[in-house]
């Protein structure tokens, strides 16, 4: 099942998640019909529970369709991550991010070049990540969603560093 996106201004969105606690089967659940709905946006490369308005700590980032991975990356693709946890943070690097919440915007980000994580998968069981580049700025934004953080809010300059989408995409 696709989920409703919640969109910025929504206040919604600031809201801090919290830590998953059940790993049960409606939390398997959740994380299909999430997944779902990443799918479904156009050109979606990750997305976090707090953007459906389920505030637990759980987001997915797959990449895999966009770029390809550069070789030695630990991350192979599509990443559930629940409780993600970032542990080092390496280099600093200018991107320009998007996000479902942000349909009619682009914006250019500062971002750790590379970094090291930890996360649960849908049983639990905990793992240690690394990744760099466009990989690991997605893991970062996706992460921020946890925090109440948009894009938007990572901005040196919104005169600047903000942009319209040229090709507009009615959403609904
Ligand atoms: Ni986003």
């Not at 606690?21 to 999430?34: G, K, S, Y």
């Not at 070789?71 to 991010?97: F, H, K, Q, Y």
């Not at 980000?109 to 760099?132: K, L």
């Amino acid at each position: 099942m696709s989920l409703e996106i919640l969109k910025y201004p929504d206040q919604r969105l600031k809201q801090e998640s919290q830590p998953v606690v059940l790993f049960d089967d409606a939390l398997r659940a959740f994380v299909d019909d999430l997944e779902e709905t990443m799918r479904a946006g156009p050109g979606g490369v990750g997305i976090a529970a707090p953007q459906v308005g389920r505030f637990e700590r759980i987001v997915i980032v797959d990449i895999s369709a966009m770029r390809k991975l550069p070789a030695g990356s630990s991350c192979s693709g599509r990443m559930l991550l629940i409780n993600p946890e970032i542990t080092e943070w390496d280099g600093m690097v200018m991107g320009r991010e998007g996000c479902m919440s942000v349909p009619d915007y682009t914006g250019n980000v500062i971002r750790a070049e590379s970094i090291h994580f930890t996360a649960c998968d849908e049983f639990g069981q905990s793992h240690a990540y690394a990744c760099e580049g466009f990989e690991a700025r997605a893991v970062q934004h996706e992460v921020d969603h946890l925090d109440g953080l948009l894009f938007l809010d990572r901005l040196v300059s919104r005169r600047t560093d903000l942009f319209r989408r040229k090709v507009y995409r009615k959403k609904d």
